[in-house]
Every structure is written in C-alpha cells, then in structure tokens.
C-alpha cells in the first residue's frame, strides 16, 4: 500500500460509527517498549538504531497474521509525507522530526500501527471508533504478546517496563479518548472541566497529542503516570471519567439549543455556506468552520450531509493531505485554494446526493 492510497480512504477510526461517536472521535492505547540489549533512544548510536530497526522490522515480517501490514522507512520519506502520517495520526510529530533509522508499519484498517525508534525502540498504537477502550485494550494486549514472544523488552521486576520517559515507566501505558467539545467552548466552561480533570491526573492535549493546539475544538484527554497501576485500572480512570464529559457536552448542546437558538443556529448556516462557497480558506479557519459544521449535523440543523463526509474533510484538508491527493507540492497560498475547492466539491456532491435521494 503507497501513501496515495492511504490519502484516498479514511481510516478505521474515523468511519464515525462507533459508541458515543456524535461526541468521542476516537479511542486510543499506547504501549512504550523497548528492547533489553540495547540504550534507550537519546543514548543509541547509529549502529544501534539501526540494530533496534532491523530486530523489530524481522519480528513483525514474521508474524503472519500480519502479512497485510505497510512498512515505511520514516527516515527516507520526504517531509510531506512524514507529515502526512502526522495527520494521519499514524505517527508522532516527534517520530516525523527525528533523525536516523526509524519506521513505522500500519494496518491495512489503520486500526494499529508500530512505531520503531520514536522516543522509545517501540510504540503500539491502537485506535477504534468512537468510546471502545475494552477493545482497544483486547487487541494492543494481542499484539504486545506477539511481539513479546519473539524478543526481549526491558522489564524490572519492581518498576515494570522501563521507558525514555520516568512518566511511562509501569505499565507503558497511555489511555487517551478524542473528544469533540465545541459547545462547552462555546459556553466557556472548557477550563473549568479541564482543572478539574488535572486535579484527578489526567491530561488534556490537542487534536495531535503533547505540545499541541486545540483545533477544531477537539481534546485528547489521558492519563499521566503509569507507575504503580495496572492496565486495566488506567482503563478504568479514563473510562469513568469520559461519560461525564458526554454529559457536559450534551447539556451545553441542549443550552444552546433551548436559551440561544437563532445564534446558534446562525452561527452553524454561516459555517457551511463560507466552506461551501469560499474561493480560498486556511486550514486553520477550515477546522473551526467544520467543527461548528459537525455539531450542526448532530443537532440536527442541517440535514444533507453525512458526519463520516465531516470527520474526512477534517483529515483530507489539513496541508499534507491536500498535497497527497493532489500529487503535487502546494505552497500556502495555492494548498488553501486547493483545499477551497475540495471543500465545495465534496460538500455540494454530498448535498447533490441527498437532494437526489428524495427525489
């Protein structure tokens, strides 16, 4: 599978369809692990990135169920394609901008992908759909056995795994669930819930993990230390809490329905018409326009269009994307025409589609 044919599909995770999806984008698991025999990461040398590579590269061509998995030498991909990935969610900013022998292999589905020679030799990522962290867990337990069977990861029979980061060392684990939360910033209580969330250690980060900006109102929220707890208890904290956010969310919705109508609803037409006309639009206005755009669809004040068409104009428009499905190098100027155009393409075809379904 090339990277065009990624551009062209959404993944797994964003086919919309999963529990609490009008609210939970996604859910996510992450395990940190690295091999006994050598450094971690910041002490390899070449030589031993380049062995860490190699050792897991032949570990997951080995396993047969795995025979449809993509392998990409990140460290030979030009910067839009590594950013690409980014965007993706497929691979870490940090894993993009990192020197040396470093890969990643993904899932047809993207419902998994291998991280290799990130902060850590390994990262296991699972996504699903929507609020499923039960079976995110099942399947990244799966797949840590797999690999564990084949090579030795660095354990302490106190600590647990030992990581690059004192923070992860334990279980390795980090839970996170991607929240759509555009009406709690709206009403302007996404700080207080977010204190609150701090106070019980968890951690609120943007649309791509650490370090980043909140775009389009989505929050991913996650634990923050894994020391002393077990998986399924980090699980749990995050699971516990995720509903309470639902309901926040779900009564800021129905504030602005009930006490704010016009102007909610004004400010949803607004959203649709600018990306269904403008001539040329940033990415960063894309992402605020849609994120008003997709609680309208959930809401129920537009009608002809679908939220699977939303969450893939969220991942389609951003910079990378843009030039993927394009087979050409864009600058700003032209990627935010370009992206104008897609825009109306796919959001008047939607329409197009439903108009001809009633008819």
Known sequence: MRLEQLASKCGEWLRGSGPESDIVISSRIRLARNLAEYPFIRKCSIADQEAVEKALRACVESVSSWSGLTYFDVNALEEVDRQFLVERQLISREHADAEGARAVAIDPEEKFSLMINEEDHLRIQVMQSGLDLENAWEQINQIDDVIE???TFAFHDRLGYLTACPTNVGTGMRVS????LPALVITRQIEKVFR?????????RGLYGEGSQAMGDFYQVSNQVTLGRAEEVLIKQVREVV???IEYERKARDFLIQENHENLHDRVSRAYGILCTAQTISSEETMHLLSSVRMGVNLGLIGDIEIPTIN???IHTQPAHLQKLRGIELDTADRNIERAHYLQRHLNRDQDSQEFEKN
């Open 312 to 314: 893939k104009l969220f």
């Open 149 to 151: 069977d084949t090579l």
């Open 196 to 204: 609150s969330l701090q106070k019980i250690g968890l951690a609120v």
């Open 243 to 245: 509903p309470l956010l």
């Open 177 to 180: 669930v991607m929240l759509h």
